[in-house]
């Protein structure tokens, strides 16, 4: 049975790319979202978000008829639900997922589901994410047989398959990996998987390597688990060295010429939806198990708030240089919001949290320049690069842009987390 028509569940960071790329094989793409603003943006032909090259297939993807959006899901052969997977709000020191998306998708593709469709979990989920999707499906739909755990099906008695396929791209470079990557593929059953490979063969060009739906989903939170644990170990590595007054820089730059030693950079924080986020749901399901994916989360999560004493130090150290003035003559520059360099993404950002709290706290003026955003629906005021030099006394550097690269300011008070300016 082909795929004539595919539904995406969820336009943002992963749902409008991959939507993208079936429509651009000429399949009849039906892209859902509750956010109106998307959805006209999109039937314009034109993005809301910022990815490199995306805009163009997205407005060929229109033009030609292939690929449209809508507020309500409408029939098709297979549905891909890319929708958040947040933290419930609670006090508790481990934060709890929220499949409350994943919940509300299901049940709203459901009405519209047939025999023979398939319906595909991409959001980042914890273990038993896909299984659980199964049962609010097959609740929604007691006249459809849904694969369910611990039970082995004939691949005829199955009405709906189901699999869960993690994305796997970087931000700024989804157009490319999105076709090149391997995929995991994880099927509740041989059959699910094997009608999950057919679907991404569409345009996938990298392998698509079968597993369980738990294990795939395990394999997506090993991945960004792992690279947690790595900045974690060079973020520490700056905390120390700033205490021992050692470049951290150049240190990480001598110790990476061992053949094997390959130290990342330190930074503000983790941010992003992704990084930030799965090393707790491997936490929240194995609290103590889980001692060095724990830590590393704790280290990463601290991070901001070191910076922001470095912060306070500066003012002091300006205030020491400035007798006659006081904090609330001082402004601070902050250059750089998003969670990594040269996108607009915003999501779990330590660099817009620091610039929130220090406006916070600070009884003078804060500004932050963000070249990839153009308004900012919060109390900072964007300015420009220009601007920032001019008006701000101190500047800190929270995210590496290309456009903060090629500048060698001479700033007196600088707060350099990046090492670019230091």
């Known amino acids: 049975m082909s795929f004539n028509t595919i539904s995406v569940i969820g336009l943002g960071y992963i749902g409008l790319p991959t939507a993208a790329m079936f429509a651009s094989r000429k399949k009849k793409v039906i892209g859902v979202d509750v956010n109106q603003h998307a959805v006209d943006t999109i039937n314009r032909g034109e993005i809301h978000i910022v990815e490199p090259d995306l805009d163009m297939i997205v407005h060929a993807a229109v ?22 997977t947040p933290f419930k ?31 595909i979990l991409e959001s980042t989920s914890p273990v038993g994410a896909t299984e659980q999707m199964a049962t609010w499906l097959a609740a929604a739909r007691p006249d459809l047989v849904f694969p369910t755990p611990n039970e ?3 691949s005829e008695s199955i009405d709906i398959n189901v699999a869960h396929c993690p994305e796997r791209v970087l931000p700024g470079n989804v157009v490319r990996e999105l076709v090149e990557n ?3 593929i994880g099927g509740m059953t041989a059959q699910c998987s094997a ?39 060079a973020n520490e590595l700056s905390i120390i060295c700033d205490k021992l007054n050692i470049d951290v820089w150049e240190l990480i730059s001598l ?16 941010g992003g939806h992704c990084i930030a986020v799965d090393p707790w749901f491997i936490v929240s399901k194995t609290p103590e198990e ?20 470095k912060v306070k130090l500066a003012i002091t150290d300006f205030l020491q240089a400035n007798p006659t003035k006081t904090a609330k003559d001082v402004t601070i520059a902050c250059y750089g919001l998003a969670f990594k360099p040269d996108i607009d993404d915003l999501r779990e950002s330590p660099a817009l949290n620091i610039t929130k709290k220090i406006a916070e706290l600070h009884s003078g003026a804060v500004i932050a320049v963000e070249p990839n955003i153009k308004t900012l629906c919060d109390s900072l005021k964007l300015v420009t690069f220009d601007e920032a030099k001019e008006f701000g006394d101190i500047h800190l550097l929270l995210v590496d842009h290309k456009e903060f690269k090629n500048i060698k300011p001479d700033f007196d008070f600088i707060v350099d987390t990046k090492g670019v300016w230091s």
């Open 63 to 84: 033009t030609d008829g292939f690929l449209k959006a809508t507020t309500f899901p409408e029939p098709a052969d297979a549905f891909l639900i890319a929708v958040p």
């Open 89 to 119: 709000n609670s006090d508790s020191k481990i934060p709890e997922p929220d499949l409350s998306y994943i919940q509300k998708a299901s049940e709203a593709i459901a009405p519209v589901l047939k025999k023979g469709d398939l319906v």
């Open 152 to 154: 082995e099906f004939k």
């Open 182 to 184: 391997d995929r995991v």
């Open 195 to 233: 009608r999950a490979v057919e679907l991404y063969k569409t345009f996938v060009q990298g392998e698509c390597v079968i597993t369980n739906a738990r294990t795939a989903e395990m394999a997506k939170l090993t991945e960004n688990s792992c690279r947690d644990v790595q900045i974690a170990f």
């Open 255 to 270: 110790a990476n010429r061992h053949p094997r030693i390959n130290i990342l950079q330190p930074g503000p924080g983790v």
């Open 290 to 309: 889980a001692q060095i994916i724990h830590t590393a989360r704790k280290v990463n999560d601290a991070k901001p708030q070191w910076v922001i004493n």
